[in-house]
């Protein structure tokens, strides 16, 4: 069996857990079993939906208490839903490092962290991984057993099968959390940059915070997320969780839309795995654009205004 | 209080990744090594701010790896710290590196264990949450902000979309990343003091490797870049729509 933890925020499913379902339903597709998912606290969502995303199970443990993410209480309880199960998947995301590493451990199950691919049986278990924060794939071989992959979010195709899961509950008893979450803090209305198909992104080549209009109005146009390069983030013209690149966010969307940013190797190895890749620069020997897929050579604050008019007549048609 | 900061090292960021032996080896020559950035900007530098709060507190720093990570350990020194720990190993596997790190961290008695979110090479971000799991400790991946509150330590972790505020016991691991606190430069008294700061050498326990490097592959070259013209920026919108077809 595949077991893919099922994460939720805020009363609902995350996105990043249908393409980690697809993922693991495509695993057990290609190994010959079932993929089953666990799903822990409670959620607004219907949880047998998930069997669309190729899901035969989903066990849950709906105690309101396990809405405080503490990773040593799930990873008690993810351990002993995983008992039967040959390989379990995570996203790679704040919630699936924190307890796939802990997993790991438990199970003594051998973790890829940071899966760009499906695994490849020609020759054991062999899954290849980013390294080097982008600049390089490694591929690595688990020589234990039971496996543990966390995917990379937006690496793998979400397939949709119209099929229903079955439900069951998990009889289990938390643990009483170590960790106390005290309160959240999230960014409501916006495009978590982790999980989305489009990001805008501007550098130092804006001259300063006010005019940052130009890339707000765009990714909300295109319901797009924003990003920044690392000296944006430092000089505080934007929060630093949008600081994308080798020290930043590692990203991977359809479609990344740099404006006023050089391409510098330690932001290119965050952003470079980008399926399409356009660059706004008025200088023509930014390293950006060997890089880019489509670019443009011109002054931002010229050619950005036309951009906004223009998908904003085609979202219009 | 009692601190433990895992240092790891890492080729610099700006360093040319190519591949040797049939692409199974990563080419080290001409390449600079440094303390991982996370490793020394935040988790290294917010204990050295601890310390400093409280003198009492003791500081140890521990590294997974040969001889040639000396430099670097003695830089992470002068920034600050008592002693390091060089656990005489090579190894790219996660859970050897944490079953090193954990039994060092059994002896030592620590409250606090740091280690960066990532390191810049193999970004496992895995080594914080098997040294937790392996010594049955509570862990907070993903900090920036680090405060202690009596027995207590209050953390700001980066979450999905936001963040989040936790509290919890000690002893705890946390793994740190920007906001911890600043980049610091080593003073030259810093740089003197670390010659004769304690770097002991201990030899590795047995422990199993759960994962092979089985090789590497670089990302494919781009065909090229499609210029279009700043006169007809609609042009640009016309071919992302039409023809890469991304909205």
Redesign the interface.
């Known amino acids: 069996m595949v077991l893919v933890f099922i994460d939720q925020q805020d009363g609902h499913i995350k996105k990043s857990s249908f393409e980690a379902a697809s993922y693991a339903a495509k695993i057990a597709e290609i190994t010959g079993t079932t993929a089953e998912g666990i799903l822990l606290g409670t959620v607004n969502d219907e949880v047998a939906t998930l069997g669309n995303y190729g899901l035969t199970k989903v066990h849950t443990l709906a105690e309101a208490n396990l809405n405080n993410f503490d990773a040593q209480v799930y990873t008690k309880i993810i351990a002993a839903a995983a008992e039967t199960a040959d390989v379990v998947v995570f996203s790679n995301n704040t919630t699936g490092k924190a307890i796939a590493p802990r997993l790991s451990v438990r199970l003594k199950a051998g973790l890829i962290a940071g899966a760009a691919a499906l695994p490849d049986l020609s020759n054991g278990f062999t899954v290849k991984k980013t390294v080097f924060s982008g600049k390089a794939f490694a591929n690595i071989t688990v020589n234990t057993a039971k496996k543990i992959i966390t995917l990379n979010p937006n690496s793998f195709n979400v397939i949709t099968t119209g099929g229903t899961a079955e439900v069951v509950a998990l009889n289990m008893t938390p643990d009483a959390p170590k960790v106390q979450v005290v309160s959240t803090d999230l960014v409501k209305g916006e495009v978590p940059l982790g999980e989305a198909d489009i990001v805008v992104s501007g550098g130092r080549g804006l001259k300063g915070p006010e005019n940052w209009g130009m890339i707000t109005d765009l990714a909300h146009l295109l319901g797009a997320a924003t990003a920044c390069s690392r000296p944006v983030a430092d000089i505080n013209w934007r929060p630093h969780h949008e600081h994308v690149g080798q020290t930043g966010l590692a990203i991977a969307p359809n479609l990344y839309i740099a404006v006023g940013i050089s391409g510098a190797i330690q932001h290119l190895a965050g952003v470079n795995r980008s399926k399409t890749i356009v660059v706004i620069n008025k200088d023509p020997e930014a390293p950006f654009f060997k890089a880019a897929d489509y670019g443009i050579v011109g002054d931002a604050f010229e050619v950005m205004p036309k951009i906004i008019a223009a998908v904003k007549a085609l979202k219009a048609s | 209080m009692k601190i433990l900061v895992c240092i790891s090292r890492t080729?610099d960021?700006?360093a040319k990744?190519t591949?040797s032996d049939n692409n199974t080896k990563f080419e080290t020559a001409g390449v600079q090594w440094i303390i991982n950035?996370?490793d020394e900007w935040y988790a290294l530098v917010r204990a050295i701010e601890l310390k400093e709060a409280d003198p009492t507190t003791i500081l140890h720093l521990i590294n997974v790896g040969g001889a040639e990570s000396e430099p670097i350990i003695r830089k992470a020194l002068a920034l600050g710290g008592d002693e390091a720990i060089r656990v005489n190993t090579e190894t790219s596997d996660?859970?050897n590196i944490?079953s090193q790190i954990a039994a060092v961290a059994k002896e030592g008695g620590y409250d606090l264990i740091f280690t960066g979110k990532e390191t810049?090479?193999?970004?496992?971000?895995?080594?914080?949450?098997?040294v937790?799991?392996?010594l049955d400790?509570?862990?907070?991946?993903?900090a920036?902000k680090f405060d202690l509150d009596g027995a207590n330590a209050?953390v700001v972790?980066?979450?999905?979309?936001?963040?989040?505020?936790?509290?919890?016991?000690l002893p705890l691991v946390v793994s740190c990343q920007?906001?911890m606190a600043e980049q610091r430069i080593p003073n030259m008294k810093g740089i003197m003091g670390a010659r004769t700061k304690s770097l002991k050498v201990v030899e590795a326990v047995a422990a199993?490797?759960?994962?092979?490097?089985?090789?590497?592959?670089?990302?494919p070259a781009?065909s090229g870049?499609?210029?279009?013209?700043?006169e007809n920026?609609?042009e640009?919108?016309?071919?992302?729509?039409e023809e890469?077809k991304?909205?």
């Open positions: 080729p960021t700006t990744i591949f950035p996370y996660s859970f944490a810049i090479d193999y970004n496992g971000s895995s080594i914080g949450g098997m937790a799991e392996m400790l509570p862990y907070i991946s993903h920036i209050v972790r980066e979450i999905d979309g936001g963040e989040e505020t936790d509290k919890a016991s920007k906001g199993e490797d759960y994962t092979s490097i089985a090789s590497f592959d670089l990302p781009k870049v499609k210029l279009v013209s700043a920026p609609e640009l919108v016309r071919l992302l729509h890469a991304v909205f």
